[in-house]
T-cell receptor, first 114, second 112 residues
Framework: DGGITQSPKYLFRKEGQNVTLSCEQNLNHDAMYWYRQDPGQGLRLIYYSQIVNDFQKGDIAEGYSVSREKKESFPLTVTSAQKNPTAFYLC?????????????FGPGTRLTVT | AQTVTQSQPEMSVQEAETVTLSCTYD???????LFWYKQPPSRQMILVIR??????QNATENRFSVNFQKAAKSFSLKISDSQLGDAAMYFCAYRSAGDMRFGAGTRLTVKP
């Protein structure tokens, strides 16, 4: 089955530690995205990538970093510089050409930092 | 920058009735796409329906349909014969050549 996987579903970390969230897709999509969702709010874009080894900052990139070494993978690192890291994180992917460009989402990772 | 506004934080509908969720957007582009996503309690984002701006015909997917008013920059979602499983957060989204923009969401409650 084609889709997007995120792991783990729940993640707990102590304040001051970096943590990496995994995102893998087998849809052969060129573009991948990371969003943050806080309670009762919409999705805010953290980073996105349209091609391997290239990525762009979204609206709330401070305190986060990403890499895109493979087309299928787009891990997100939440660094200790992120002031309020506790949130729900969603990864998505989409085509860039020949379609309506809807984004397909993974199941999300709930990160709790104490 | 493009913005998407959902003016109804919460809506409620009786089972089997019809409900309409509102969405407006701001853009200077002529070619773009609009989407409605559903996020049930599992928090998995599910695409409900899409609309291409160049198409005048409103999109329909079973019980879900849209009213796309390009000049008014309005894109409402109508859910007919509402079911308990329709209870969720609904997000309106806009996409042109760049990234996708989401509204703040409308929480839909379905009463039995």
């Amino acid at each position: 089955d084609g889709g997007i996987t995120q792991s783990p579903k729940y993640l707990f970390r102590k304040e001051g530690q970096n943590v990496t969230l995994s995102c893998e897709q087998n849809l052969n999509h060129d573009a991948m995205y990371w969003y943050r969702q806080d309670p009762g709010q919409g999705l805010r874009l953290i980073y996105y990538s349209q091609i391997v080894n290239d990525f762009q900052k979204g609206d709330i990139a401070e305190g986060y970093s990403v890499s895109r070494e493979k087309k299928e993978s787009f891990p997100l690192t939440v660094t200790s510089a992120q002031k309020n890291p506790t949130a729900f994180y969603l990864c998505a992917s989409s085509r860039l050409w020949g379609g309506s460009y809807e984004q397909y989402f993974g199941p999300g990772t709930r990160l709790t930092v104490t | 920058a493009q913005t998407v506004t959902q003016s109804q934080p919460e809506m409620s509908v009786q089972e089997a009735e019809t409900v309409t969720l509102s969405c407006t957007y701001d853009t200077s582009e002529s070619d773009y796409y609009l989407f409605w996503y559903k996020q049930p309690p599992s928090r998995q984002m599910i695409l409900v329906i899409r609309q291409e701006a160049y198409k005048q015909q409103n999109a329909t997917e079973n019980r879900f349909s849209v009213n796309f008013q390009k000049a008014a920059k309005s894109f409402s979602l109508k859910i007919s014969d509402s079911q308990l499983g329709d209870a969720a957060m609904y997000f309106c989204a806009y996409r042109s050549a760049g990234d996708m923009r989401f509204g703040a969401g409308t929480r839909l409650t379905v009463k039995p």
